[in-house]
């Protein structure tokens, strides 16, 4: 049974490298953000400086996701994937970088001043037990096939929601950037041996709990009034969770060939 | 509240898998890449993104396929066809 040592930061694997491929020939988004969004004004006090703090958050998590995706690109290097796919991860690590910025840039719209700063998120790596080719395969499957899927899934509920032209603008630019990254892990493992396959299946259900924890440690209660501006209910937030797996990944692992039975069965006990 | 789950699988899990094909995958079920080539990548990206696993699938590997399938489907969560 494999085993899952904890979160730590990884002495093998450096995050600190920039990215040398960007999105949009370095503009900030696709499309322009909207000048004035007249939904925020009508907002209450309280309710603004409760959104600029989940959007600063949202900021400090992308960030710390770009050090993610160096360890990803570097984990596709050292594994000898083709250089399409390597860029991918490449360009992922300046998204990111651009989401957190989106996100501050919204916060900032919502704050009654003006100002907030994200909080640093330091490099957040899992460790797995296993030797590096292993872990290496492991890093891309955390966080592109389950994390960057998860995430365009809950990003997707959040876009279905949003009202507000801020949010729904922001929301655009990033769920069709995370959707890239998802792909990423996807056509990873479209790409593994048989014997690949093989070592990764008994990692899948501990990895698929992580990864739940992680999701679900992040529910909140929130007031109605901020689906509008991209924050969704604590239950639109959990069946986005609950989709990602049962629509959407487990699906995705059945089709490459993968055994789901474990996690099927884990899905289904309501005690998960 | 109704949301689009298959259409995402399609467009992350289906243009995914056929884009890795696209570069030489080896396919779920067999371990020679030419043939899971041919054969896996219509499977993978089928439904709405069917067009983008065949094109991975009949074109073979290749760095150009796998950019016309990304391409094809980028634009899918905003519903706007964009390019890289």
């Known amino acids: ?272 | 509240m109704k949301v689009d789950r298959r259409g995402l699988f399609r467009a992350i899990v289906g243009t995914g898998a056929a884009f890795g094909l696209a570069l030489g995958g080896c396919g779920a079920n067999n371990n020679d890449s030419n043939d899971a080539a041919a054969g896996s990548g219509g499977t993978s990206g089928s439904g709405g993104a069917g067009s983008g696993g065949a094109n991975a699938g009949s074109g073979g590997a290749g760095a150009q396929d796998a950019k016309v399938v990304m391409d094809t489907f980028r634009g899918w969560a905003t519903g706007v066809p964009c390019k890289a």
């Open chain 1, 1 to 272: 049974m494999p085993t899952l040592l904890g979160d730590k930061t990884s002495g093998s694997l450096d995050p600190s490298k920039p990215s040398r491929i960007t999105r949009w020939g370095g503009s900030l988004t696709k499309r322009p953000l909207p000048e004035h969004d007249e939904t925020i004004a009508l907002l209450s006090d309280e309710d603004r400086r409760g959104l600029c703090g989940f959007w600063l958050s949202r900021s400090s998590g992308e960030r710390r996701v770009s050090d993610s995706m160096a360890v990803i690109r570097d984990a596709l290097e050292k594994l000898g994937e083709p250089a399409p796919l390597v860029d991918l991860a490449e360009r992922a690590i300046d998204d990111e970088l651009r989401h957190a910025q989106l996100w501050h840039l919204g916060a900032q719209r919502f704050s009654l001043d003006g100002q907030g700063t994200p909080a640093y998120w330091p490099p957040f790596v899992p460790h797995y037990d296993a030797p590096d080719e292993v872990r290496y395969r492991l890093f891309v499957i955390a966080e592109c096939v389950f994390n960057e899927t998860t995430a365009s899934t809950f990003l997707q509920t959040c876009l279905r929601l949003a009202r507000g032209p801020l949010a729904v603008g922001v929301l655009r630019e990033i769920l069709s950037d995370e959707i890239d990254h998802g792909r990423i892990g996807w056509a990873f493992l479209a790409r593994l041996s048989r014997p690949h396959r093989d070592e990764i299946q008994p990692w899948l259900l501990p990895m698929l709990r992580a990864h739940w924890n992680e999701w679900t440690r992040a529910l909140h209660d929130v007031p109605d009034s901020y689906a509008a501006h991209g924050i969704p209910s604590r239950a639109d937030t959990s069946e986005a969770i609950v989709a990602s797996l049962r629509e959407v990944i487990v699906p995705g692992l059945k089709d490459q060939g993968f055994a789901t039975g474990p996690i099927d069965a884990w899905l289904d006990d309501s005690d998960r």
